[in-house]
């Protein structure tokens, strides 16, 4: 079986400096670029710690480019929880924040709470995620008095997609826009650490960012906000659907997977694979006992 490696000299190195709520406030003050993205794993999850991403997001994303659902209302708790414990065992560096999934925050203020701090406490999160603004407020602001650090999350929010009538850009009227500066000040107001900016028009993702005194992370929302998200699985391309028009593909792990399985189907069906070079064999002296073995019993 395959082992998990330890990073180089981990038992002895000292562990890096965390990213934290305050690093990226300092980044916002500083106009240093906030970098997010999403994994779901310890592979992926790993590999954006040790590239420097400041934040990783545990997206309920995943129901759709790990689970296969059409979309993410029927992520559990659970799920999001399992998955969290095993990002949090591979990053060291980045803030670790968890997508609180649909109907895990939407009945009393109590149970959003317990639900909250399970992540903290069971799975290792830093921070958890939320969508809605003024709404969503109170909640915002009784988890913060429970050292539950939370991020926002505003304009496209996937888990109201019945609500808007499917995907579609937000803050494209007077009164659309107002309701986004009124739900980004609520929940800085409530205490939120950060805010992600969804499909909205990059002019009024700017106006956000600049009336904002916490960091905003935008996701379609253009270049003006103060970090980016993208989805793990977009960036390579691994989603299996058109992409949006804000993602950027960044490799094509697709084609290279489809290349590599081929390869390694052939080499099977053919059997190139494995080669004598990657099998193991007995000392000498019992390949030469086996040998004599065999042939006295087929005498016999």
Same mark, same amino acid.
């Given at each position: 079986?395959?082992?998990?490696?330890?990073?180089?000299?981990?038992?002895?190195?000292?562990?890096?400096?965390?990213?934290?709520?305050?690093?990226?406030?300092?980044?916002? =003050? /500083?106009?240093?670029? $906030?970098?997010? *993205? &999403? !994994?779901?794993?310890?592979?992926?999850?790993?590999?954006?710690?040790? @590239?420097?991403?400041?934040?990783?997001?545990?997206?309920?994303?995943?129901?759709?480019?790990?689970?296969?659902?059409?979309?993410?209302?029927?992520?559990?708790?659970?799920?999001?929880?399992?998955?969290?414990?095993?990002?949090?065992?591979?990053?060291?560096?980045?803030?670790?924040?968890?997508?609180?999934?649909?109907?895990?925050?939407?009945?009393?203020?109590?149970?959003?709470?317990?639900?909250?701090?399970?992540?903290?406490?069971?799975?290792?999160?830093?921070?958890?995620?939320?969508?809605?603004?003024?709404?969503?407020?109170?909640?915002?602001?009784?988890?913060?008095?429970?050292?539950?650090?939370?991020?926002?999350?505003?304009?496209?929010?996937?888990?109201?997609?019945?609500?808007?009538?499917?995907?579609?850009?937000?803050? =494209? /009227?007077?009164?659309? $826009?107002?309701? *986004? &500066? !009124?739900?980004?000040?609520?929940?800085?107001?409530?205490?939120?650490? @950060?805010?992600?900016?969804?499909?909205?028009?990059?002019?009024?993702?700017?106006?956000?960012?600049?009336?904002?005194?916490?960091?905003?992370?935008?996701?379609?929302?253009?270049?003006?906000?103060?970090?980016?998200?993208?989805?793990?699985?977009?960036?390579?391309?691994?989603?299996?659907?058109?992409?949006?028009?804000?993602?950027?593909?960044?490799?094509?792990?697709?084609?290279?997977?489809?290349?590599?399985?081929?390869?390694?189907?052939?080499?099977?069906?053919?059997?190139?694979?494995?080669?004598?070079?990657?099998?193991?064999?007995?000392?000498?002296?019992?390949?030469?006992?086996?040998?004599?073995?065999?042939?006295?019993?087929?005498?016999?």
């Amino acid at each position: 079986m395959s082992i998990t490696q330890l990073r180089p000299s981990e038992a002895s190195a000292l562990p890096p400096t965390r990213i934290t709520a305050l690093t990226l406030l300092e980044k916002k =003050r /500083t106009g240093t670029p $906030i970098v997010a *993205l &999403t !994994a779901y794993d310890y592979p992926s999850a790993r590999l954006a710690d040790e @590239a420097g991403i400041d934040l990783i997001l545990v997206g309920d994303s995943l129901g759709m480019v790990v689970l296969g659902h059409e979309n993410t209302l029927s992520v559990t708790l659970d799920e999001m929880l399992h998955h969290t414990r095993a990002v949090a065992r591979a990053t060291r560096r980045a803030l670790l924040v968890a997508d609180m999934p649909y109907g895990s925050y939407h009945g009393s203020v109590d149970e959003a709470t317990r639900n909250a701090i399970r992540f903290i406490k069971e799975a290792g999160a830093h921070a958890v995620k939320i969508e809605g603004g003024t709404n969503r407020a109170e909640l915002v602001r009784r988890l913060t008095g429970a050292e539950v650090p939370v991020v926002g999350h505003i304009g496209l929010t996937p888990q109201s997609l019945h609500a808007m009538g499917g995907y579609r850009v937000q803050g =494209r /009227t007077l009164a659309a $826009i107002d309701q *986004l &500066t !009124a739900d980004a000040r609520a929940l800085e107001e409530a205490g939120a650490i @950060a805010i992600v900016l969804e499909g909205i028009p990059r002019e009024v993702a700017a106006d956000l960012t600049a009336h904002a005194a916490i960091p905003t992370i935008g996701i379609g929302a253009g270049p003006d906000c103060d970090g980016q998200v993208l989805v793990f699985h977009d960036l390579f391309n691994l989603t299996f659907a058109p992409t949006a028009k804000f993602v950027r593909p960044y490799a094509d792990a697709a084609g290279m997977f489809s290349t590599a399985l081929a390869k390694y189907r052939n080499d099977v069906v053919t059997r190139v694979f494995p080669s004598d070079s990657e099998s193991y064999h007995l000392p000498r002296e019992l390949r030469s006992a086996l040998t004599s073995s065999h042939l006295r019993a087929r005498k016999a």
